[in-house]
């Protein structure tokens, strides 16, 4: 007979290494994507982090690390990088207030028929987030000829719960191997047990739960119409599943409403009316991709990383401003000219990074369905001084620089073998405060939702 506590028990010594690693793994990834490559190379260990919460709930992050231009430069060395709307410059950063490198999980849960496949499909399509069923995970674990298969069988038949560990395996591995960051859960956890043994292995929890409500007449209908075969579809197992889902998988709500983390969406309406309602709490995923491509573009003008940056434009890219003298500028090469004019700089002596933009107060309003981000907010740009080119004694004059125009680009750092002139800085250190909006258009690519820049409007 199957022993599920002691089973448990294994399991969740058994896996904790493999999903500690697994969240290290995650970690570098979406540091690796976002910034945080910069990060976990600074090579000054002085990377120092503020914070500011603003009206959205967002909370503004200033990487005032000295080394993020040169961590950017080993990425991309200096030969590469061309210059691009491009100002050099250090970093800049916006993050949103959730501080974990875990993936997103949204548990999707509701009675036996309530929509939730139906929905998760919308919600994949639209959203960049990765569905996984624990029922079809379990079916498929079934029929793949495994030796726990013909318990799962059976189990399923007659609507009960299969052991976490099972499960729990089964999401793991297909989290793993989907290489997204953001999962939809569907129909898990269905019982308070379930719910503590993902979290014990997992080493996190949901994001929150969205919970279709739906009269068990309306689901009863819905399932002994669906015709795909399942061997639970009949009206005796249909009866044993809503049983177990009122006495097992209610108590998993009400846990997670005493948590205040349950969305609960009215089900009992036509799919379009239910997804209209569903739809609106998957916006601010999307409204953060898109600030995260705009923080990613920003630091990657901050480094002078000609190949990032150009990585988020669209080559029909128009633009305006100030360098472009009131005209509109389309295509790519008036912003590869200005990255070309950082590489063509000495290398900078001083710790301080030349430039480092904050994010201030961004809005993000999507357009199209959500095909489209608009994204305004106020840039603030900091700098250590007017640049000195191969400063010689403290008496000559000639040789200092003032910034030229709103911005100047950033000299890369000295490396040891550096021989010939060299870039310094004298103060007063100056901030300066410009106006961005940047259109973005969705062109998602396998690992989810992505974003190329059509439009920018700088004042
Ligand atoms: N809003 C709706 N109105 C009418 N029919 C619907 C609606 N949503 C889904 N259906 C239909 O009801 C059936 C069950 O839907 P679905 O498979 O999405 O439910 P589920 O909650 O995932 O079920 P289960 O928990 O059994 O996996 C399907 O045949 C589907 O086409
Ligand atoms: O976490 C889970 C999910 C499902 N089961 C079993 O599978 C069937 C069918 O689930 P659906 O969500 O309707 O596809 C369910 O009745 C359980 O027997 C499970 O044990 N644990």
């Not at 640049?387 to 040891?416: C, F, R, V, Y």
């Amino acid at each position: 007979m199957f022993n599920a506590r002691r089973n448990v028990f294994q399991l969740t010594s058994r896996v904790l290494t493999a999903s500690r690693e697994a969240a290290q793994t995650c970690a570098k990834s979406t540091f690796a994507t976002h910034r945080g490559a910069a990060l976990e190379v600074a090579p000054l260990n002085s990377t120092k982090l503020s914070s500011v919460k603003n009206g959205q709930g967002w909370t503004a992050l200033t990487f005032a690390a000295a080394g993020l231009a040169a961590a950017a430069s080993q990425m991309s060395p200096v030969g590469d990088c061309a210059g691009g709307e491009g100002k050099g410059s250090a970093a800049a950063g916006l993050k949103p207030g959730k501080a974990s490198a875990n993936p997103t999980v949204v548990f999707v849960l509701g009675g036996p028929g309530a929509g939730k496949g139906t929905q998760c499909s919308n919600i994949v399509r639209d959203y960049g987030f990765c569905h996984l069923s624990a029922g079809d995970l379990l079916r498929a674990h079934m029929k793949s000829g495994s030796k726990d298969g013909n318990m799962v069988a059976e189990m399923i038949k007659n609507g009960q719960i299969v052991p976490s560990e099972v499960t729990i395996l089964l999401l793991q591995k297909a989290m793993k191997e989907s290489g997204k960051d953001k999962f939809l859960i569907d129909g898990f956890p269905r019982n308070a047990e379930n719910r503590d043994a993902f979290e014990k292995v997992m080493g996190f929890d949901c994001d929150f739960v969205l919970f279709f409500d739906c009269p068990e007449d309306v689901m009863e209908t819905r399932l002994l119409g669906r015709n795909e075969g399942r061997t639970d579809d009949n009206i005796e197992s249909i009866r044993k599943r809503f049983k177990v889902f009122i006495e097992s998988s209610m108590p998993v709500v009400q846990y997670y409403e005493s948590l205040g983390k349950v969305n609960r969406v009215i089900a009992n309406k036509s799919p379009e009316a239910v997804y209209a309602d569903t739809k609106k709490l998957f916006d601010p995923y999307l409204k953060e991709s898109a600030l995260k491509a705009t923080t990613k573009l920003l630091a990657s003008i901050d480094a002078s990383d000609w190949d990032t940056y150009r990585g988020l434009l669209d080559s029909g890219l128009t633009a305006f401003e100030p360098e472009a003298k009131g005209h509109l500028v389309e295509g790519i090469p008036f912003h590869q000219y200005l990255f070309a004019q950082a590489q063509a700089l000495p290398p900078t002596s001083s710790k301080i990074p030349p430039v480092m933009s904050t994010m201030s107060t961004p809005k993000v309003t999507l357009l199209g369905g959500g095909s489209s981000a608009l994204v305004t907010y106020t840039r603030l740009i900091q700098r250590p001084g007017a640049m000195l080119i191969n400063p010689p004694s403290e008496s000559d004059e000639t040789s200092k620089q003032s910034p030229p125009g709103w911005w100047h680009p950033a000299p890369q750092p000295q490396t040891s073998t550096s021989s010939g002139p060299t870039a310094s800085f004298v103060g007063p250190p100056t901030t300066q405060s410009v106006q961005e909006t940047r259109v973005w258009e969705r062109c998602d690519d396998s690992s989810g939702v992505a974003w190329k820049l059509m439009h920018f409007h700088r004042s």
